[in-house]
């Protein structure tokens, strides 16, 4: 079946922009994940949606970072008035929901290479 | 604070020469710790979980194995497809996230 699509694959924008970043997930995918992998860092966790629960949003590194996700499925992730530091991939996933003390694996997307100039 | 190190930071093998990844980890209470195979350009691919000290799996030429602080990826016979990175990852028990704490991965190469 279809796995989790992103788009755009490639965006390059100039510095103070905003920026949406799409993701679709796995269909019957409850829980979705946004995470950030800049060159030579690990993935690094933003944001966690789960059905109609409160996203975690721990991860999000500032302000201008915000995510929402729409009828459970599609999520977009914005970025307010760019910064060279947010130049990075960012990658979604989704999984089904975990049962207690059981997790399901993430499945990744191939991701948007963001570049800020 | 949930930690993850893999060593080494890149390997590189001649066909056919085995050897192992290792991933380190300190989290307070693994829920699973998962391996996934990364190629250039691409999102992360799904190789395993290990959920408990004790536990093996294999997959081809891969076997992953887990003890109560560190886990390791055992590549047998290699081949060059198998050139890639492997990232490894743990979820923790607590606060009722999902979220994934990786490590920085092993660029593995392997020369024909």
């Known amino acids: 079946g279809a796995g989790v699509s992103q788009s755009p694959s490639n965006k390059v924008t100039e510095k103070g922009k905003d920026v949406e970043l799409r993701c679709d997930p796995i269909?019957?995918?409850?829980?979705l994940y946004w995470y950030r992998q800049s060159l030579g860092q690990g993935l690094e966790f933003l944001i966690y949606f789960q059905g109609n629960s409160a996203p975690d949003k721990s991860g999000l590194p500032s302000d201008r970072f915000s995510a929402e996700r729409t009828g459970g499925s599609v999520s977009t992730l914005t970025i307010q008035r760019t910064q060279q530091e947010d130049s990075a991939v960012y990658l979604c996933?989704?999984?089904?929901?975990?049962?207690?003390?059981?997790?399901?694996?993430?499945?990744f997307g191939p991701g948007t290479r963001l570049t800020v100039t | 604070e949930d930690q993850v190190t893999q060593s080494p930071e890149a390997l590189r093998l001649q066909e056919g020469e085995s050897s192992s990844l290792n991933c380190s980890y300190t989290?307070?209470?693994?829920?699973?710790l998962f391996w996934y195979r990364q190629d250039p350009g691409k999102g992360p691919e799904f190789l395993f979980t290990?959920?408990?000290a004790g536990e093996e799996k294999e997959k081809e030429r891969l076997k992953a194995t887990l003890t109560k602080k560190e886990s390791f990826l055992h590549i047998t016979a290699p081949k060059p497809e198998d050139s890639a990175t492997y990232l490894c990852?743990?979820?923790?028990?607590?606060?009722?996230?999902?979220?994934?704490?990786f490590g920085k991965g092993t660029k593995l190469t392997v020369n024909p």
């Open positions: 996933a989704s999984s089904l929901a975990a049962l207690a003390g059981t997790p399901y694996e993430q499945y």
């Open positions: 269909s019957g995918h409850t829980a």
């Open positions: 989290v307070s209470g693994l829920r699973g």
């Open positions: 290990l959920y408990s």
């Open positions: 990852a743990v979820q923790a028990q607590k606060g009722g996230s999902e979220k994934l704490v």
